[in-house]
């Protein structure tokens, strides 16, 4: 079976850090693209960063570049969300997902109808 597990998540005042971690089980992750999203209170889930399969394209949203990295660890099969200078904007349900997609292989695309594993979310409170 093909899981996913978020954790890292918390509670941050802004401008601190926190590092996202995204553990898969059940396949590999080198063989998929993935994927960073999130979603807020009342709003639609929106692509953050996504990495292609074959790890040569990396994308980030605009509200989040220079403050977001998106890397993938394969020895440990996970990938990272790392977050600095966070704002209160960024408060939102992370969620991780996978993609096995031809057009998520060469170049990162975070078109969510493209990932087919999702995890189950981590929550990213920003506040102080």
């Known amino acids: 079976q093909l899981q996913l597990v978020e954790s890292g998540g918390g509670l941050v005042q802004p401008g601190g850090s926190l590092r996202l971690s995204c553990a898969a089980s059940g396949f590999t992750l080198d063989t998929y693209a993935i994927g960073w999203f999130r979603q807020a209170p009342g709003k639609e889930r929106e692509g953050v960063s996504c990495?292609?399969?074959?790890?040569?394209?990396?994308n980030y949203a605009d509200s989040v570049r220079g403050r977001f990295t998106n890397s993938r660890d394969n020895t440990k099969n996970t990938v990272y969300l790392q977050m600095n200078s966070l704002k209160p904007e960024d408060t939102a349900v992370y969620y991780c997902?996978?993609?096995?997609?031809?057009?998520?292989?060469?170049?990162?695309?975070?078109?969510?109808?493209?990932?087919?594993?999702w995890g189950q979310g981590t929550q990213v409170t920003v506040s102080s």
């Open positions: 997902a996978a993609s096995s997609s031809i057009f998520t292989a060469v170049q990162a695309r975070c078109a969510i109808p493209l990932y087919s594993v």
């Open positions: 990495l292609s399969k074959k790890g040569g394209s990396t």
